[in-house]
């Protein structure tokens, strides 16, 4: 009995005693990373600098509270125990441009699970590789050989929402598989898709703050993934469905059938001696990852800068008529087809492209990147190596010492002067900027003067608009990665059409 008892004091004890390291350990780590760390003296509180649970506590809506923080803070925050943020203009250039030393986060960036693709890959040498390959297939030559894609989809009468997306996904599928989703035609102009698309977005975010959960989670048997949880469910949906697509592409080449013209994967998949050295041709599980980036940015990116433009005009019938009686004045017949490189020259519809691309920011988190082997110094803070800086476009948008006013959308401020132009244009960054910036920039650009153009020429009076919201919710996103309004998860957000007899 004796021996029992003093058995169960020494179990006890241990248990004490392992309770007691844990609890020792985290206090001399929280105590180091707050007050020893190389980081230690960039401003911020004391969470986030001893833990990333911080970040997990807003769930898609952290980059709300960093703008707190800086706020709070200044101009240089830390927000999280190896990351600084940053909320200066001036400091953009140095980080994100041409030849930059700084890598991609490879935490970050992998937790989007496209290692293989060019947008994921955090080193710059293997990025210069795989975009040299890319590069020919977005250049502005190649973009406006595509407008008659675009002039097509654009002049389809179906709006909005998910119709602006459905234009994007409809160009991008036709340029990169030679196969168009024809979602314009669909009667949910592709509804599920853009489900499946947005419906990724919260496992990417648990992967970022769990990166061991990641490499458990798509180890799971593609069957299985949905009942244990449905953004698992979409993710592996969605690399299934990119893997089929290249296999698609790759069986055409080997039957030399349908091969008309070049694509993106036609062109991938081929090397004639015109690659970067060092390219090899992937195999479809690692093409996968670059037909998921093409889709996802495509239904995200511009889709949402031209539902931010069109809402916003929509909305303003000033800025309505100035856009519409510019159309006239340079396309006076309503049916006739809107050039690309005629579009681009006008000022007004220029000035409301920019406000949908300020206003809807791209990627509206931060773009981390790895301080390289010389550090680097902002703000009178050393940062070392292998520190993660990060800036926004969410801050640099809606900087108020350079745009006035900085949530209200307004073309003029575009059109004060050139000078003014150039001025706002640097904190303009919905496509990053540098060696990273989006190769697929030049089409975006296409789509948007086109199908906007088309859109407020073919229907100068007789548009109504129906909207859940107002102009004000139009900033109100959630970010995983990509930037998802709250209200696009209704099919109805955000709608419009002509009364008979009005185009």
């Known amino acids: 009995m004796a ?18 390291a844990v609890i020792t350990y985290i206090a001399v780590k929280c105590t180091f990373r707050r007050f020893f760390h190389p980081l230690a003296k960039v401003p911020g509180p004391f969470l986030p600098a001893v833990t990333k649970l911080y970040q997990s506590y807003y769930h898609g809506r952290y980059y709300l509270q ?18 600084v943020h940053i909320a200066d203009a001036e400091c953009y250039d140095k980080i994100y441009y041409v030849g930059t030393k700084y890598w991609k986060s490879p935490n970050f960036y992998n937790a989007l699970c496209v290692p293989y693709a060019m947008f994921g890959t955090p080193s710059n040498d293997v990025h210069k590789i795989r975009r040299g390959a890319m590069n020919p297939m977005f250049s502005r030559q190649k973009v406006l ?15 909005l929402h998910h119709a602006f997306r459905a234009v994007s996904i409809d160009v991008i599928s036709d340029f990169a598989f030679d196969r168009c989703y024809n979602f314009l035609d669909k009667e949910d102009t592709g509804a599920h898709f853009f489900e499946m698309a947005r419906g990724i977005g919260p496992a990417l975010w648990a992967f970022q703050q769990f990166p061991s959960l990641q490499k458990l989670a798509l ?85 949402n800068a031209m539902t931010v433009a069109a809402f916003n005009v929509l909305h303003n019938q000033e800025i309505y008529k100035k856009l519409v009686a510019e159309l006239e004045d340079r396309f006076p017949h309503q049916t006739t087809d809107l050039p690309f490189v005629e579009l681009e020259k006008l000022p007004y519809l220029t000035a409301v492209i920019k406000e949908g691309l300020r206003l809807s920011f791209g990627v509206i988190g931060r773009l981390p990147r790895v301080v390289p082997a010389s550090g680097a110094t902002f703000h009178s803070h050393y940062l070392p190596q292998d520190t993660i800086v990060s800036m926004s476009s969410w801050l ?81 996103y959630e970010d995983f990665f990509s930037s998802y309004h709250p209200y696009a998860k209704r099919d109805d957000w955000f709608k419009a059409w002509v009364p008979e007899g009005r185009e």
């Open 219 to 303: 180890k799971t048997p593609p069957w299985m993934a949905p009942y244990l949880s449905k953004p698992l469910g979409y993710v592996t949906s969605m690399q299934i469905e990119c893997v089929r697509q290249v296999q698609g592409v790759q069986q055409k080449m080997r039957e030399k059938k349908d091969l008309g013209r070049q694509t993106i994967f036609t062109t991938l998949l081929t090397d004639n001696g015109d690659k970067p050295e060092g390219y090899q041709i992937p195999t479809a599980w690692e093409l996968k990852d670059e037909a998921y980036s093409v889709l996802v940015a495509a239904s995200d990116t511009t889709g």
């Open 66 to 83: 960093i703008e707190k923080l800086h706020q709070q803070y200044g101009p240089i925050v830390r927000i999280t125990p190896s990351e």
């Open 396 to 476: 640099m948008h809606r900087d108020p010492s350079v745009f006035s006013s900085p949530n209200t959308f307004s073309p003029e401020r575009w059109l004060i002067s050139d000078a003014e132009s150039r001025r706002l244009d640097r904190n303009l960054v919905p496509f990053g900027r540098g060696s990273r910036q989006c190769v697929g920039m030049p089409l975006a650009y296409t789509e948007l003067y086109v199908t906007l153009g088309t859109l407020f020429r073919r229907f100068p009076s007789g548009m109504r608009v129906w909207s859940e919201g107002t102009k004000e919710v139009i900033g109100d």
């Open 145 to 159: 050989d595509l407008e008659g894609i675009v002039q097509e989809k654009a002049s389809k009468t179906v709006v």
């Open 3 to 20: 021996v029992t008892s003093l058995s169960g004091v020494l179990m006890s004890q241990k248990w004490y005693l392992l309770v007691a």
